[in-house]
Every structure is written in structure tokens, then in C-alpha cells.
């Protein structure tokens, strides 16, 4: 629906959105993609977070808890950035920001225990003050698979992605066992190179509560072209 990014009648349009979701809405979505303050997570010293970004927690954790009982909250926070290659960049006075040692150095290293920690660390942080009743900890995430077949991401970025995920839904799924806890894949990187992801989508499907899918067919067919089984070989996955 058509939404103004300036203020109307002196009302912000984050505002307005979060009054819609919730007089009209049954779900808030709150997309983490930004990145993740790995230095001050790693040592769990979340005062030490931005305050830019502890004032965004914070109002978010707000209008969470201004929702009504019956609303879900899906949180959604990826290990990877967005080009779904490396590590999530660093989150500071704005998001994406360069990656600081040693996490620059540590960019491929997806399953560095150093890595899980902080990522952990910030999770259970965000869980508090959300708590949300889904979770997802990786974003699009068999677009690394298409990277990595094409020779622009590491050839064993996808194995240390397999290995987080599964200390990552492991250690989720202990403690907030009635939290769902899975990843997302990406629709048209999947029927881009369907072999290569059928061959390795399968052996981390046990990490997953849900096949959570975003597509964009817009990207290869015209209006009411899209294909009646598009989604279908998704589903099977399951």
C-alpha cells in the first residue's frame, strides 16, 4: 500500500505503521538486517551499544509491547550481509558500517566460535526486549550456494554456514523451545541453479522449523506470467 516516507499532519510514518499493524494487523515483522555491534556483543555490553541504536531498540521494544496480546512478532536477524557472502557488517551509529578487527579478518569465518558468540550474545539481547514468537537467524540464505558455485564467495563458505546453523537452531531451540527458529531461502536463486541447491539445501533442512521463502518473480516473468506451480518444488522441500 502506498506509504509516504515524509511526515503527515506531523506524524512520522514509522509511527503510522506501527498504528496500523496494530488497530488492523495481526503480525509486526522487526528486520534486524543492519548488521550486529560484534565487538560490544561478543563481551555482552549492550550499554555500550550505539545510542542511536539503543534508542531504536528501545522504541521498537515499545510499540512491541503496545501491541495487543494476540499479535505475533517475527523477529528477523541474519548472520550473513546483504550480499549473503560473508558476515553481517557492523552495526554502530548507522547500520552496514565496516566490519572493525578482528571481525574484518573473521568475514568468511561463519562458524568461528568467536563468531557464534557474539552473534548469540545479541540475539538473547533482542529476544528480551521483543520477544518475539519467530526467530530467524539467516536471511536468503541459499544464496550463498549460487556465490559459491559461481566462484565469488570461498569454496567452503557454504560448509561453515551449514556448521552455524546448526549450533545456532541447537542452541535457540534449547532455550526458547516454544520459539520457532529457522532461516529463510530465496525463491529465484533456488530455480537459478535448482541442481546445485537441491544437493545441498537438504542436509541443513534439520535446522529449520519452517521453509520460510521471499521471491521476487517480478525479476523474470511479467504480470500474470508467474508459472500456476511456481512455489511447488519449495514445498516438496519440506
Not at 82 to 107: C, F, H, I
Not at 173 to 197: C, G, H, W
Not at 200 to 217: G, Q
Amino acid at each position: 500500500f502506498p506509504c509516504s516516507s515524509q511526515p503527515v499532519n506531523g506524524v512520522s510514518p514509522t509511527e503510522i505503521a506501527w498504528s496500523y499493524i496494530r488497530d488492523y494487523g495481526d503480525m509486526a515483522v522487526i528486520h534486524e538486517d543492519g548488521g550486529v555491534p560484534w565487538t560490544e556483543a561478543y563481551h555482552k555490553q549492550y550499554d555500550a551499544y550505539h545510542p542511536t541504536y539503543q534508542a531504536e531498540i528501545q522504541y521498537i521494544a515499545g510499540k512491541r509491547n503496545a501491541l495487543p496480546r494476540s499479535h505475533k512478532v517475527f523477529l528477523y536477524l541474519s548472520l550473513l550481509d546483504v550480499s549473503r557472502t560473508k558476515l553481517a557488517r557492523y552495526r554502530g551509529a548507522t547500520t552496514a558500517m565496516d566490519l572493525p578487527e578482528p571481525w574484518r579478518s573473521l568475514e568468511h569465518e561463519l562458524s568461528h566460535e568467536a563468531v557464534l558468540t557474539a552473534f548469540i550474545n545479541h540475539a538473547d539481547y533482542l529476544i528480551a526486549q521483543y520477544r518475539p514468537d519467530f526467530f530467524a537467524f539467516g536471511t536468503e540464505i541459499n544464496i550463498l550456494l549460487n556465490h559459491v558455485a559461481a566462484g565469488t564467495a570461498p569454496r567452503d563458505a557454504w560448509s561453515k554456514l551449514a556448521t552455524a546453523s546448526h549450533v545456532l537452531y541447537q542452541y535457540f531451540k534449547t532455550r526458547y523451545p516454544n520459539m520457532y527458529v529457522f532461516y529463510s531461502i530465496q525463491a529465484e536463486s533456488f530455480y537459478d541453479q535448482e541442481l546445485i541447491q537441491r544437493t545441498w539445501l537438504p542436509p541443513i533442512l534439520p535446522y529449520t522449523d519452517l521453509i520460510a521463502v521471499s521471491s521476487y518473480p517480478y525479476l523474470k516473468y511479467t504480470a500474470g506470467g508467474i508459472p500456476s506451480n511456481y512455489y511447488a518444488k519449495l514445498a516438496d522441500l519440506d
